[in-house]
């Protein structure tokens, strides 16, 4: 039995809007009401800035394992073409620079994709054998969900339900939300 310091009571205001979503989240907000998430099945152009998510440090990411990748086969070709086996080929220096970057360029793509794969798991919290936590199944499909956090932002049901009917909701419901 979940207590009352492991869940989340919310109250969902269910959408077929995206305009009516945005509008909606940004009234709210500027009412003082604490927005737990907005839960779309595609962007909504500006409501990042609405909500004061912050810019994503993805790219920072994304170089650094570009990074890794580049530095550890340029490392490995260094190795086996100078110290380990070296080989004359066509008359050609053992430090021929311009024949590594294929390889450095496939290794830096690949360390890429699988790191920014494994971010986006752990950021995520995707877990092998972790159920998603979906608010409404319609949201994967053709419906928004506002989720309002009732505790954080101390707020009259009645009146925020009025809010959200109010903002164009087609459906306004509780949920309780496992920490």
Known sequence: MATKETTKQLILG????????????????????????????????????????????????????????????????????????????????SLH???????????SILFTAFGMVTCFFIVNKMFWGKNADIMDPRVTDDLFVIAVDVKASKADMGALNQKL????????????KEL
């Open 97 to 107: 620079i311009p024949t590594y970057i294929p390889i450095t360029f496939e290794l």
């Open 14 to 93: 269910v959408y077929d809007n995206p305009d009516k979503v945005y509008s909606t989240t940004k009234k709210l907000i500027k009412s003082g009401y604490k927005i737990e998430d907005v839960y779309s099945p595609f962007a909504i152009h500006g409501l990042d800035r609405v909500l004061g998510i912050k810019r994503s440090r993805l790219t920072i990411a994304a170089f650094l394992f570009a990074m890794t990748g580049l530095s550890l086969a340029v490392t490995f070709q260094v190795y086996v073409s100078y110290f380990d086996w070296q080989m004359n080929i066509g008359g050609k220096p």
């Open 165 to 176: 009917i109010d903002g164009g909701a087609i459906e306004v419901r509780e949920r309780i």
